[in-house]
């Protein structure tokens, strides 16, 4: 049942331990350069400057040093997701084009009574890449500071770095206590998806055979999967209120929040290092 393993496809709201340069890095500074490469990442429109992006995204998990096989597995599930992103921009886009850019290629298909035209623009094409790269880019740093960082020192990190807005009432402690729950229910969704399908394939239930190229036909089978996964996840998420009401929990207010230390050399660098990038893509006219 090696295609029921989706708990180890789920790369986001795991912890590595590791003694890597990025692991070491205090979790603000890797928030705030986080911040600043996604500034970087979603504002390119060349393939040029796409491709630059996502080369200091790959040194980034190099640099993590956790194995990039195990990083990429985090994509495998999203395939499916990009191949249907792909032909709807070509099919859509390509027949649509408000620019009026140049035709690539253009097929006519019929499906019965449907007759449409798959059509490929410039301005098709380059949305499409773009819009590839930057999904890869931001799982890719996703997971590399989710992999390097726990969920603990995360949620301290979002919480400090939005203390000073607690004299505008923004809830710094609140929104941490959310993306810590957030990040910690992942996994465990997964698990809960990955238990249920096994027990129905136990009991005869068929799923369709696992490939990227037949995720229509698996999609369709997981409906009757999704009702009991949700009642699940509404359990816990339930169960976990009554937990947190029974320990008096009352949010932030009146309660004296974890100060982190000073920020060291390797901290400024990173965060020097994150914004420099974002500069020089931001200001670098590629010729493509």
Not at 270 to 288: E, G, K, S
Request: one cysteine or more; charged letters at 15%; a positive charge.
């Amino acid at each position: 049942m090696d295609e029921f393993e989706f708990a180890r496809s789920v790369t986001i709201g795991q912890y590595v331990p590791g003694t890597s340069i990025v692991h070491r890095i205090d979790p603000r500074a890797k928030l705030i350069a986080f911040v600043a490469l996604i500034a970087a990442v979603i504002t390119q429109a060349s393939y040029l400057g796409n491709a630059v992006a996502l080369a200091v995204v790959v040194a980034i998990v190099f640099a993590s040093g956790i194995p990039f096989g195990y990083v990429l597995s985090g994509i495998r599930p999203l395939v499916p997701i990009l191949i249907v992103y792909t032909a709807f921009n070509f099919v859509f886009l390509g027949n649509y084009d408000p620019t009026g850019s140049a035709v690539l290629w253009r097929q006519p298909i019929e499906i019965g009574p449907i007759h449409f035209n798959f059509t490929i623009t410039e301005n098709s094409t380059r949305q499409t890449i773009q819009g590839v790269m930057r999904v890869l880019d931001l799982v890719l740093l996703s997971s590399a500071l989710t992999l390097t960082t726990t969920i603990t020192a995360t949620a301290k990190g979002v919480e400090s770095l939005l203390q000073p807005f607690r004299r505008v009432r923004v809830p710094g402690h609140e929104i941490a206590m959310v993306l810590a729950i957030a990040y910690r229910f992942m996994p465990t969704v997964a698990e809960e998806l990955e238990r249920l399908m096994k027990a129905q394939a136990s009991r005869g239930a068929d799923f369709g055979s696992p490939g990227a190229f037949r995720f229509v036909q698996r999609a369709r089978q997981l409906v009757p999967i999704t009702v009991p996964l949700f009642v699940s996840a509404f359990r816990r998420a339930e169960d976990l209120i009554l937990a947190m009401e029974a320990r008096c929990y009352v949010g932030g207010a009146g309660r004296t929040p974890v100060r982190l230390g000073r920020l060291h050399g390797l901290d400024w660098s990173a965060m020097a290092f994150a914004w420099a990038i974002t500069v020089a893509l931001l200001a670098t006219r590629f010729p493509v």
